[in-house]
Structure formats: C-alpha cells, structure tokens
C-alpha cells in the first residue's frame, strides 16, 4: 500500500474479483491510483461504444473459416442516429433488405448474424473465434447454415430481419454488449426460434460475457449448441427453454469406473 494511504480490511479479496472494492482512502478521498483506474475504465468503456465497426475485416475473419458472408447495413444511418434512435438498429437499410432477398437460396437451419451492438471492440475481438468454436457441433448436427451476415448499426432484433428473409428455422446473433467499467469487451449471443419481425425479447435465449475474463469460446459454443438443438427439438426460444445445459456439460463428462471389489484393477 502506498505511503499516505490507509488500507480497507477487505483488499485481500480483490484478487477474486475485478469489482472495484476495497481502493483505500487517502484522508477523506480515493488514492490517486483508483482514480486514475476509474477514469481508464470509463474511457474503454466509452471508446468501445464509439470506434469505428471494421466489418469487412470480420466478414473476411469469418470467410477464412470457409463460411460465405455477407456486409449489412441497419437503417440507422449513422453512429449518432444509432444511439439515439434504438428503432432504427432494428431495422434493415433497404440496400440491406435487398441483398438479403438475393441471396436467399430457400430455407436454412441457422442463421449466424454478428452485429456490431454496443461494443465494435467484442466483436473484433471474439465474434470469428467463437464462429468457429461453434462449426464442429452445427457440422455434427448436419444443419444447413445460411450465409454470415456481419451487420452495422445492429440491435438485437435485426436478426429477427434477418432470419426472415434467409428462411432460417434459427437465428443466432452475436453482438457487442453495452460496455462496463470492467468489461469493455463482453459478446453476448441471442438465440431465436422461428426468427420474424415483431418477435420480444421474451421469445429469445441470451448466453452473456463472452470474453477471455467471462465465459471462454468453448463453453459458450457449448451453451449456443445445446440451446440451438433444444429449440429445434422443442420449436420454440425465451422464457419456454430452460437453460439446462450446464447439466447437460456435467453428464457429458466421462467418470473413471470403479471395478467391483475384489476385481482385477485395470491395466490401462
């Protein structure tokens, strides 16, 4: 602890957490440290919500794994307009509809849409890493999997777009979640049955923190798979699909077996 700065009884248990708690005290003020600490955060935070969305650069991250893809736009015109106007996000550009409508090649099973949302900064950083966590189990379900769309000025529900016009059974859309002063970074991943204009989000799934310090790329493409599976099988999404699959990850784990006494033990 600096010299002039008087300890909390709980710093300890700061390293089991990225919370901001015990920051001592200098006299009646924070210690310039924390300060200087807060003002970063907040900094990331906000620049995470402005910096420019490189999507070309993701649609061709994307495309590296063999996926086709395609660049949207949402009707919201601008960085400005994006934020002041939520109803825009959820809309496509007429351009956007348009390219849609062409590329549709009949009914898919999924849908991947990767959006910027409230951090561009997510979606540089984790968007082409999970997609590709997440190509073994849609390979192994043997679902046909529509183009990538990577859209700008994107909301949630422009998936719900999104999915109607490529006829998916499923949409899954990863997008940059509202930044905070510990996770500039967070992706979350929406998943949607049936996809239309005017679905709630109380007809969605949501797995969250999906960074290096929350929820890995594995765990979360196991989450994404279990929950795309369960709503193909049961025909629905939101408040009617449990989450079950941290249960369905511990079953899936193999235990050693335990020979019956008076056994041979095994011999490897």
Not at 8 to 14: E, F, K, Q
Not at 134 to 149: C, D, I, N, S, T
Not at 233 to 261: F, H, N, W, Y
């Amino acid at each position: 602890m600096p010299e002039g700065v008087t300890s909390d009884p709980w710093t300890a248990l700061r390293r089991h957490t990225p919370a901001r708690i015990a920051l001592g005290r200098t006299g009646s003020s924070l210690p310039t440290a924390e300060v200087l600490g807060f003002a970063l955060a907040h900094a990331q935070a906000r620049d995470a919500v402005h910096a420019p969305f490189e999507a070309e650069a993701t649609a061709a991250a994307i495309q590296a794994l063999g996926l086709e893809t395609l660049i949207v736009d949402s009707a919201a015109p601008d960085r400005a307009s994006y934020l002041r106007r939520p109803d825009l996000g959820r809309t496509l550009s007429e351009v956007g509809r348009a390219a849609l409508a062409a590329r549709s090649r009949g009914a898919c099973d999924l849908a991947i849409v990767v959006a910027d949302g409230l951090s561009s900064t997510a979606v540089h950083a984790h968007a082409a890493p999970l997609v590709e966590a997440l190509l073994p189990a849609v390979r192994e379900a043997g679902w046909r999997l529509g183009p990538v769309v990577v859209a700008r000025q994107a909301r949630v529900a422009l998936g719900d777009a999104v999915g109607e016009l490529l006829g998916a059974r499923l949409v899954i859309l990863l997008v940059g979640e509202r930044p905070g002063l510990s996770s500039p970074d967070s992706l979350g991943a929406y998943i949607t049955f049936s996809p239309r204009v005017g679905r709630t989000d109380a007809e969605r799934n949501c797995v969250s923190n999906i960074r290096s310090e929350g929820l890995g790329y594995e765990a979360a493409a196991f989450k994404l798979a279990w929950h795309a599976r369960e709503a193909l099988r049961l025909g629905l999404t939101g408040v009617g699909l449990k989450d079950e699959s941290d249960t369905a990850a511990l079953t899936a784990v193999t235990l050693p077996r335990i020979a019956p006494e008076g056994s041979p033990a095994p011999t490897g």
